[in-house]
């Protein structure tokens, strides 16, 4: 019989271990940080059996995921003595996605799950914090909307985008809690207008919709994509993690960002990591706001930049291979949401081997094995030719040079690449929507975003250039043309890309690789060793 009860994680009476194909990759891993003694929220998971059955409206699979939720929510509500839509001290969950292998930013999360008129004048008063309920609220109500009921993205962007003008300020993180009330009211007439559909009130219709709906995610066409990238095709469906909110939307000593423990796009030793201040998780991987790194998180918040980069190392040597965390922190208090085995590129790949190895972290054996899933070619240290003055910077997402053909979408990346023409996918943010582009372009530029998003990951993991948060890139509104430093950028003209250095280039420019000598070198050792 197929396992339908929902699993438990940092809550009284959890259970004893997790598996990824039972609980999802984000689950388990959830329980191993909670077992080695990290600060980790407390959560339960519907499992990947309840997935398929599920999407294919099974009776005995939807009702499972009614009694599971309702016995989950209960185990929540004692393990942080607040009650699930609660006018006086309100538990608010997140509802997030985690197949057995990641699939990062292909499936669906909803956040601040729980909100409603009451539970939102609760939430005031339990924290003194307007701003944060009614950003949470606005959050939510977008969420919701796009996620389960289908309202496009766009309806809300203007909104927010209008709101913004009229405040004079530069992003959302900078709008007050009037401001926010007010948006959030735009953004439920927005909601409704667009879907004809109001936002339940009641907190468990909402929890419903939304795991139902983060179930079907599985069956979008960016998530059947990248399965299909990655060969991912076996995996039987996602689990559904509910999880207590803790909100780095709550001020000045908050925030959220990812954090890997080794350099992803090099494999250089140390912290590599993305932050931005009074921001939700959704702010950064998402790649839509700059973020800091590890070093203004250090100078602000020393101790949390501390426990953070101690925690990444324990994970590291908890899992024998390099980590990509993510964190939130509320009113100074760390909390770690997630890790997993760090997608990176493949020349990072093999420096990491290289450096386990002297470090005794791998014997010679296991970091061979490991060694055969490199793809080599790839691995290849790219420069260009010739020397040439850049005409704008960008940040280093993933190292290498590229030349190809300016596209400004996706459909437009595969007819110049079905000609065989190296083509660089030049976007205002990068967005998880875009993985066909990324499969097929050399390299990828965007204006926003950060080296974490969720997209850098993907392009990372295949080995694509990539340069994002370009400030001298300005994209036209019809998204057709642009301009670079004042330069005139259209589709089909050549551009060159160095992640090594940031600069960004016009023209065609002659590109010479090279396998790295000293990590080649270890290869043949190991070989060697291995025969006798």
């Not at 990812?258 to 932050?275: C, I, M």
């Not at 998780?281 to 800091?292: L, Q, T």
Request: proline share 4%.
């Amino acid at each position: 019989m197929k396992h339908f009860a929902p699993l438990f994680i940092a809550t009284p009476g959890a259970h004893a271990e997790l598996t990824p194909e039972i609980a999802g990759n984000k689950a388990a891993e959830l329980w191993r940080m909670s077992h080695i003694g990290l600060n980790v929220p407390p959560a339960f998971v519907l499992p990947t059996t309840l997935c398929a059955a599920v999407n294919q409206g099974d009776a005995k699979a939807l009702e499972a995921v009614e009694h599971a939720l309702r016995e989950g929510i209960a185990r929540l509500e004692a393990a942080v003595q607040r009650r699930f839509g609660d006018a006086r001290a309100p538990l608010l969950v997140s509802v997030r996605s985690g197949a057995a292998q990641s699939m990062p930013g292909m499936l669906e999360t909803i956040l601040d799950v729980g909100l409603n008129p009451a539970s939102l004048r609760g939430l005031i008063g339990l924290t003194g914090n307007p701003r944060l309920a009614w950003d949470s609220y606005r959050r939510f109500t977008q969420m919701f909307a796009e996620v389960v009921q289908g309202a496009p993205a766009s309806v809300f962007e203007a909104r927010l985008a209008e709101m913004i003008r009229g405040e004079t300020v530069a992003d959302e993180a900078e709008l007050d809690g009037e401001a926010l009330e007010r948006l959030t009211r735009h953004f439920q007439e927005a909601a409704f207008a667009a879907t004809g559909q109001a936002i339940p009130a009641d907190p468990m219709e909402q929890l419903s919709a939304a795991a139902r709906a983060v179930f079907q995610s599985w069956e979008s066409a960016r998530a059947k994509e990248y399965r299909r990238l990655n060969h991912l095709e076996g995996l039987a469906g996602t689990a559904v993690t509910v999880q207590a909110m803790v909100f780095g939307n709550a001020g000045s000593k908050s925030g959220a960002g990812v954090a890997f423990s080794r350099n992803p796009a090099t494999g250089e030793k140390g912290l590599y990591a993305d932050f931005l201040f009074n921001a939700q998780g959704e702010d950064v991987v998402a790649g839509r706001r700059m973020p800091g790194g590890a070093g203004l998180l250090a100078e602000r918040l020393p101790a949390v930049a501390r426990e953070l980069a101690e925690g990444a190392a324990r994970l590291e040597a908890e899992f024998r291979d390099v980590q990509d965390v993510e964190f939130t922190v509320e009113q100074g208090r760390l909390f770690f949401l997630q890790t997993r085995s760090a997608k990176r590129t493949p020349r990072a790949a093999l420096r990491v081997l290289v450096d386990f190895v002297n470090e005794g972290v791998l014997d010679p054996a296991t970091a061979l094995k490991r060694a055969e899933g490199i793809d080599l070619e790839k691995a290849r240290l790219t420069r260009f030719a010739d020397t040439s003055p850049p005409l704008a910077t960008a940040i280093s997402a993933a190292p290498g040079v590229a030349s190809g053909r300016v596209a400004f979408d996706t459909a437009r990346a595969q007819a110049l690449a079905a000609n065989g023409t190296p083509v660089i996918l030049v976007r205002h943010d990068t967005s998880t929507e875009d993985v066909a582009g990324f499969a097929i372009a050399a390299g990828i530029l965007t204006a926003m975003g950060g080296r974490t998003a969720h997209a850098a990951v993907v392009a990372r993991q295949l080995g694509k250039v990539c340069l994002v948060g370009c400030r001298e890139l300005h994209i036209a509104e019809d998204g057709r043309t642009a301009t670079l430093a004042g330069e005139k950028l259209g589709e089909g003209d050549w551009l060159s890309l160095d992640g090594s250095s940031g600069a960004v280039t016009l023209g065609k420019r002659e590109i010479i690789a090279e396998l790295p000598e000293a990590e080649m070198a270890a290869l043949e050792s190991w070989r060697r060793t291995a025969k006798k």
